[in-house]
């Protein structure tokens, strides 16, 4: 016994009467071809065959510690309940009951491989207690695997860019569903019976026979190119597919599975990719149980509209086509027009014209729209402006046309600022010779007006934070924040859309950039006087625009109501650093001059190099200071005493000279500790030869300079 008559039991309990004796019949009438055999004992083993049945089934068959582990089938019973299936029970019953799974290892002999017809080498282990029974199955596994593997290679070489894929479209008119269907081949073609095997063939690059001409290894190369991008279409769609079914409740296996494994159900994004991957090409569609071939194309489908004169005196629009000869399809993304063999996608702009006129008559059942001739103004001032290349006139007079069409809309503007220094605007429009005011409700205009233009051009001064003036019928904008955006950006915009007009008043307010012509600089008293009296900003607002520049505001608004302009401005930057580096108050600067220390003269000095296009007029003094502190000059004019020269480092000669140079224009300076200079010797010796001065008054006087110096290095006391 092969296997344990308790496992039998079972899968006969499981597949039922009915399957168990489908099952025997198959066995008796050799429909079973056991592939490939696992055998450890009755308890333990696996199979897998291929099954005749109306189709060749796949089965496996895993049994471990005598519990079935797994058990599949590629027919559509195993799939509706997911049990024993009669091909899975036959593929046992043969196992079970054919002599030759029950000796010795079959060999690949001439009888054997006709018997098997196209089976591959066929091992079965030896069921005895044998030393080795568990290494002979390793053995036969990679063994089956590797001769399979060479004839998978061989087959994929001679089918290489040859198998095609082609669509088959199914529109159902009353859903509104559209289902997609798929067939494979080269020569003869083969429907893809489910779509989620395929994907599982694809991804372990399966050998498969769909027919008796058509077998082939599943990989993306075999296929052609053009079949490539649909190839891509399918494995998407039945990759969800498969887990929408094998992750969906066990409820699923009495009422069916979630999804339909034979065709895919486009959703509107899946009708946007299947254009993408059709476009350009035939394929087979079937609508109302008609099969046709229809053409994917961007074109835009010829839509046209009939507008003509009746006989009670109304004017009525219709489709020149019939309206329900027209499919609309709704992709995500886009729209598609279905007609005359065509599945047209819609332009956003075709969208937006033609197809909504189109629709509105189908969603009111209509095939035609009838209104007066009151009416004919709106027509073409808000409905022919969309679809003018669409509208063909019938049985209506130039001179009617004429008399309903709205002229070119010109909308002029007048702007000024009134006492609160408010921005404000009159607006006119103007149709031909006539004008009027469109804020005046009670002013009667005889004339066809553009309704669309005159909304749009109104939309644009509320957009730019116009308020409506109900006392002076005009446009009113208070807000300074808006005023200084209308005046840098927003009335360039104004200038293209509309006519504008402003008056005197206007131009005095705009924004402006600060101005300075020229600086003098001096030195006298030794202070720094610092003339700033050609800048031309008023003193008496200088504090407060710094104010404004120090919070980064973009602007400031003078009393006269014009604007500075804060943002990159070299001239205030020049002031709010030289009041921060310098602890200066604006109060000062409002008589134009200011008054600083000389030791400043670096610092302004550098801030000076930044004025670009202003005139600097420095005087001798201030020139030979700024001179006089140059690296270079130090090392010519100052000489460290030759004494020392031997004794000091470079940078301690830098530090001599540099406190030489303070000291000439009493500056006074500082040695920190991190200036890396020694200040131990060179304060000693910069304090002595400030000391040696003043030796005269002390006990020291008679000695020499250098003998003080010395004597100062060998006690720190001496110098104080």
């Known amino acids: 016994m092969l296997v344990s008559y308790e496992i039998l039991e079972d899968l006969y309990k499981d597949a039922g009467e009915g399957r168990k004796n489908r099952a025997i019949n198959y066995q008796k009438q050799g429909r079973v071809k056991i592939k490939n055999i696992e055998y450890e004992n009755e308890l333990n083993f696996s199979l897998s065959a291929n099954v005749i049945g109306n189709e060749v089934y796949k089965t496996y068959i895993s049994i471990k510690e005598g519990l079935v582990e797994d058990i599949t089938c590629?027919?559509?019973?195993?799939?509706?309940?997911?049990?024993?299936?009669?091909?899975?029970?036959?593929?046992?019953?043969?196992?079970?009951?054919?002599?030759?799974?029950?000796?010795?290892?079959?060999?690949?002999?001439?009888?054997?491989?006709?018997?098997?017809?196209?089976?591959?080498?066929?091992?079965?282990?030896?069921?005895?207690?044998?030393?080795?029974?568990?290494?002979?199955?390793?053995?036969?596994?990679?063994?089956?695997?590797?001769?399979?593997?060479?004839?998978?290679?061989?087959?994929?070489?001679?089918?290489?860019?040859?198998?095609?894929?082609?669509?088959?479209?199914?529109?159902?008119?009353?859903?509104?569903?559209?289902?997609?269907?798929?067939?494979?081949?080269?020569?003869?073609?083969?429907?893809?019976?489910?779509?989620?095997?395929?994907?599982?063939?694809?991804?372990?690059?399966?050998?498969?026979?769909?027919?008796?001409?058509?077998?082939?290894?599943?990989?993306?190369?075999?296929?052609?190119?053009?079949?490539?991008?649909?190839?891509?279409?399918?494995?998407?769609?039945?990759?969800?597919?498969?887990?929408?079914?094998?992750?969906?409740?066990?409820?699923?296996?009495?009422?069916?599975?979630?999804?339909?494994?034979?065709?895919?159900?486009?959703?509107?994004?899946?009708?946007?990719?299947?254009?993408?991957?059709?476009?350009?090409?035939?394929v087979e569609f079937n609508k109302d149980y008609t099969n046709q071939k229809i053409e994917f194309t961007e074109e835009e489908p010829k839509l046209d509209f009939i507008l003509k004169k009746n006989s009670s005196g109304n004017f009525v629009i219709y489709p020149e086509k019939e309206i329900y000869e027209m499919t609309i399809l709704k992709g995500k993304t886009y729209k598609y027009i279905l007609v005359d063999k065509k599945i047209y996608r819609c332009s956003k702009e075709f969208e937006r014209t033609s197809l909504k006129l189109l629709e509105l008559f189908r969603k009111n059942y209509v095939t035609e729209i009838e209104f007066g001739e009151k009416e004919l103004t709106e027509f073409f001032s808000v409905v022919a402006p969309k679809v003018k290349n669409a509208i063909k006139m019938e049985g209506i007079s130039e001179e009617e046309i004429k008399k309903h069409k709205p002229q070119e809309l010109i909308v002029k503007t007048y702007f000024d600022f009134d006492k609160n220094d408010y921005l404000v605007v009159d607006v006119k429009f103007c149709y031909g010779e006539k004008e009027f005011n469109p804020l005046n409700e009670k002013e009667k205009v005889d004339v066809p007006r553009n309704i669309i233009k005159e909304t749009k051009a109104l939309n644009i001064f509320r957009k730019t934070g116009f308020m409506f003036d109900v006392k002076n019928l005009r446009f009113i904008l208070p807000d300074n924040d808006k005023i200084y955006e209308f005046l840098t950006e927003d009335i360039n915009f104004y200038m293209q859309k509309f006519e504008v007009m402003v008056t005197e008043n206007f131009k005095k307010k705009q924004i402006r950039n600060t101005k300075m012509t020229g600086i003098g600089v001096r030195v006298e008293n030794d202070l720094l006087s610092i003339d700033l009296s050609k800048i031309d900003i008023d003193p008496s607002e200088l504090e407060d625009i710094m104010e404004k520049y120090s919070l980064k505001k973009k602007y400031y608004r003078l009393k006269d109501g014009s604007f500075i302009n804060l943002e990159d401005n070299k001239e205030i930057e020049f002031l709010d650093k030289l009041s921060s580096g310098m602890g200066v108050n604006y109060k000062e600067i409002e008589n134009g001059e200011l008054r600083l220390p000389v030791n400043r003269t670096l610092y302004l000095n550098q801030l000076l190099k930044a004025l670009k296009g202003t005139e600097i007029i420095k005087n001798q003094e201030y020139r030979e200071i700024v001179n006089g502190l140059n690296k270079e000059q130090l090392e010519e004019e100052i000489k460290v005493p030759e004494n020392l020269n031997n004794v000091l480092r470079y940078y301690q000669k830098t530090g001599y000279r540099w406190l030489k140079t303070l000291d000439k224009y009493k500056f006074g300076g500082i040695l920190a500790d991190d200036m890396g200079l020694r200040k131990n010797n060179t304060n000693v010796i910069s304090n002595s030869i400030l000391c040696w001065k003043r030796r005269k008054k002390s006990k020291y006087s008679g000695i020499t300079k250098f003998t003080y110096i010395k004597l100062a290095k060998r006690s720190k006391k001496i110098h104080k």
């Open 74 to 282: 590629t027919c559509e019973d195993y799939y509706n309940h997911y049990g024993v299936c009669k091909h899975t029970l036959a593929t046992v019953l043969e196992f079970v009951n054919n002599p030759q799974y029950s000796g010795e290892i079959v060999e690949n002999t001439k009888e054997n491989k006709e018997k098997n017809e196209n089976d591959s080498l066929l091992l079965n282990i030896k069921t005895g207690n044998e030393k080795f029974n568990s290494f002979k199955q390793i053995v036969n596994s990679f063994y089956q695997e590797e001769v399979e593997g060479i004839s998978d290679e061989e087959d994929e070489i001679k089918q290489k860019g040859t198998i095609k894929i082609e669509p088959v479209i199914y529109y159902e008119k009353f859903s509104g569903d559209i289902k997609v269907e798929f067939k494979i081949g080269n020569k003869k073609m083969y429907k893809i019976k489910n779509l989620a095997e395929f994907y599982t063939r694809m991804l372990n690059k399966e050998n498969y026979k769909y027919g008796q001409k058509l077998e082939f290894i599943h990989t993306r190369e075999v296929f052609t190119e053009e079949s490539k991008p649909l190839l891509d279409f399918i494995l998407k769609y039945a990759e969800i597919i498969k887990f929408a079914n094998s992750n969906s409740n066990s409820n699923f296996r009495y009422y069916g599975k979630a999804l339909n494994e034979t065709n895919i159900l486009l959703s509107n994004t899946g009708i946007d990719d299947l254009f993408q991957v059709l476009k350009g090409k035939e």
